[in-house]
């Protein structure tokens, strides 16, 4: 009897949504109007440029739609000097389409050799193969890249061949973005939040302590 394929909760969504660009989730911050009640929204890169269109950048906001501040924290120490609040959120915008797209957390991204690599991106690419029932990407120390790209891959069947998965991995991603490291492992191995999402701290920690190899 062929074995059931486990079907993460991120690649559920990604398939039942037609999610665009191959990322694993958009969750639209905005389904209506493309901007918050009496709030201003800006999208910016690491120097605070506004971004284009269709270039992922940290979510600004500002207005009186927008909280006074955090408990016992100093309004200057949450604003900027603009009045913007930092959401730490990666978004974009398409052209024509007035909402906002979710990629995800400024704490989620990789630094690999000087870039950034969204995990989500990285994992979308790579639950699209059919031997692959689910793949979590992280961040792993290594000493001359500050950080390596990390993917802790569950087989759909009886394994993988990641020699296989690197190779077409590179033709959807930059070479950056491609793990430098696979780790093969059964789905109860795999920590995940209760919300279902994946655990990335833990699975983080489990890899650095060589519990997964």
Not at 16 to 43: K, M, N, Q
Not at 100 to 116: H, Q, T, W
Request: with cysteine; glycine share 10%.
């Amino acid at each position: 009897m062929a074995q059931a394929r486990s079907v993460s909760p991120v690649s559920t969504i990604r398939r039942r949504y037609g999610v665009p660009d191959g990322y694993p989730i958009h969750r639209s911050l905005t389904e209506s109007g493309g901007s918050f009640a009496f709030t201003e929204t800006a999208i910016v890169d690491e120097q605070g440029n506004p971004v284009p269109n269709g270039t992922v950048g940290e979510l600004l906001i500002r207005g009186i739609g927008t909280m006074a501040g955090y408990n016992k924290r100093e309004r200057w120490e949450v604003f900027d000097a603009d009045g913007w609040y930092h959401t730490g959120d990666r978004v974009y915008r398409r052209d024509g389409d007035p909402r906002l797209f979710y990629v995800g957390r400024d704490s989620e991204l990789i630094k690999a050799a000087g870039s950034n690599v969204s995990p989500r991106e990285v994992e979308a690419v790579i639950e699209e193969f059919s031997e692959v029932a689910h793949c979590v990407v992280v961040g792993v120390d290594h000493p001359t890249r500050g950080e390596e790209v990390c993917a802790v891959v569950v087989p759909a069947g009886d394994g993988v061949d990641v020699a296989e998965l690197t190779a077409r991995t590179r033709r959807h991603l930059s070479s950056y973005k491609v793990p430098t490291r696979w780790i093969v492992a059964p789905g109860e191995q795999v920590p995940a939040l209760p919300s279902g999402k994946p655990d990335r701290r833990g699975l983080r920690a489990l890899v650095v302590a060589g519990l997964l190899k």
